[in-house]
């Protein structure tokens, strides 16, 4: 049986001006790193760089080694402003290539919306030895070589791939996590929070202040992969907060 | 005077489990970008890190190191996942000290609310050499060292700390951009984007293609720092789409 507490790790690549000019706002990150979690893999490391050759090859090489899986979102698309695959094969050191069943997707989707132009033959272009991954969503598949996964920049269809690779990749056990609210400083409870995580081996607690409706509060989060030393955590840490003075409002604010 | 054609960038630092994990949507990375835009700074490389001190570190010293400025957001509360002041001044090989100023306003904003704890304090420390960063929002500041600019994680107070920043950085010219829309499969138009952004120096074209309505379009976005060659190259692809039978949606769909 495999290692239980072997830690299996993903890093991501979001590749894209749009989101390092202001103009688009992320949503592939919180989408993936939700996923992961499930699948038993933790994200460690995301980056974000510009449609820039350089940027993606360092960062691609740096990150795949690092870690079990690297995933890279964007740049996959028909247009000169797509260089993700070019620059993922350059970092893999391997040629560009048509793959067959890509063509054949493609030829088939837009057998009826025009025909497959060279622009979108663009689409069916690989890092030569890599395999596909199915998009349901649209004609152009996502591509998986080794452990890098290249998904689409649009959110839905990159969640379709997502689908199609569930349950497909190793993972350890999920993190769990729980949740509580107080409304309090988190400045007045710092010490009791710290030595709750102190006397709980396995758990990670993490806290998040905000304000709202006029007031200050904090929600609290315990992480563990262990169900019994999360619960004790979290019943031990709601039993401090009540009797310092502070409710807990089960499940967060 | 300095030369216009100078380009200034900043790379921005996430520390945070609660993004890593998907518990919570980033948005600083949109705000940032669009700030520092209008300063005449290009954001050019984004990094969200856990709250790892060696994950840290390893970010500060390579992104300080290859941009104008460097920010952080997130880890400078008074609790125990609140590593970023002690991680930087590991990165830069310098002490942690109290900034007499800083425990002078939190003791001033505590004063009514419970006095100023040993937890309050910690918001007062920072690697020894660093300037404060105003925060009209609460009472912890935010923090300069050099290049390196730490802001808070909670986009609001993040906000006004930007907001008492403005125009003490130095930049060039800001990115001005503009951008037109077309129901088009960006399939059917990449060789026409190449073009138009060929036939113009100095812009950039990015094309975001979208399904909406059940309908297939795309926004295109022209980026350039001159004025005159962004009108150019817009006017010049409008036309081109709209002799090619697609109209086109002035400020994009």
New interface residues.
Partial sequence: MADPTRIWTAALI?IG???????????N??????WL?VQGI??????????DSD?IIESVNILRARNDYLFTTGGI?????DITVDAIAAALGVAVEVHPQARAMLASY?ET??GL????L??ARVPAGASLIENR??GAPGIRHGNIFIMAG?P?ITAGMLDSLTGTLEGGLP?L?ATIGCWV????I??L??AA?RAHDGC????????REGRTGANF?V?STDASALDQCVAALSAALEQGGWPVVPDGI
């Fill in positions: 979001v001006d749009e989101i390092l000019s202001g103009r688009t706002q992320d949503k990150v919180g989408q993936i790193a939700t979690n933790r994200l460690r490391e995301v980056r974000v760089v510009a449609d940027a698309g028909p247009t000169h402003d837009y919306r025009g132009t060279d622009a979108r663009r689409m969503m649209s649009v839905h993190v996590s400083a988190e400045s007045e710092a010490d929070l710290g995580e990670q607690i993490g806290s998040y202040p905000f304000f989060v992480r």
